[in-house]
């Protein structure tokens, strides 16, 4: 029976949240995320990794890119402990309403790094909706 519950447990399972083209987007999307984490049991390195990624890649589409955005967080069932994150957004902001320089500019531009370093594999895809940003998280 354990092993039936374990697989039961294995399975997908996703999530698609909207996101609001504001600040406080982020936070409200990590609560959100941090409470199906712990729904799938999804080990505590695996959780920190994902909302770190998943606040750097919120940020970007509510900070440069056009709404509308969304976040799709899907629990892989391939038997790895696995998490795929996906953020679409409409394509970059126009750059003509932003200052020369950014006020804080040390705060700004590790995002896709971050990303880069935590996950297994990530990436864009451009299609006719915009853009999907993604990432791939494996269990330590």
């Known amino acids: 029976m354990t092993a039936q519950l374990d697989a039961v447990v294995r ?6 949240f909207p996101l609001p083209h504001i600040p406080e987007a982020v936070s409200v999307v990590r609560r959100r995320v941090r409470t199906v984490l712990a729904d799938w049991n999804v080990a505590p390195d695996l959780a920190d990794d994902a909302l770190l990624v998943i ?3 919120t940020t970007n589409a509510v900070v440069h890119a ?5 976040l799709r967080l899907t629990r892989v069932a391939d038997g790895r402990d696995a998490l795929r994150v996906e953020v679409t957004d409409a394509g970059p902001a126009a750059t003509d309403d932003r200052p020369a320089a950014e006020p804080c500019p040390g705060e700004h531009g590790r ?4 990303v880069t370093a935590l996950a297994a594999d990530c990436g864009t895809r451009v299609h006719a909706g915009g853009i999907t940003w993604w990432a791939e998280l494996l269990a330590g």
Do not use: C, K, N
């Not at 399975?11 to 698609?16: G, L, Q």
């Not at 056009?66 to 969304?70: G, H, K, T």
């Open 11 to 16: 399975e997908a399972a996703e999530h698609v």
């Open 55 to 57: 606040s750097e890649l």
């Open 66 to 70: 056009l709404p509308p955005a969304v």
């Open 111 to 114: 995002g896709l790094g971050i």
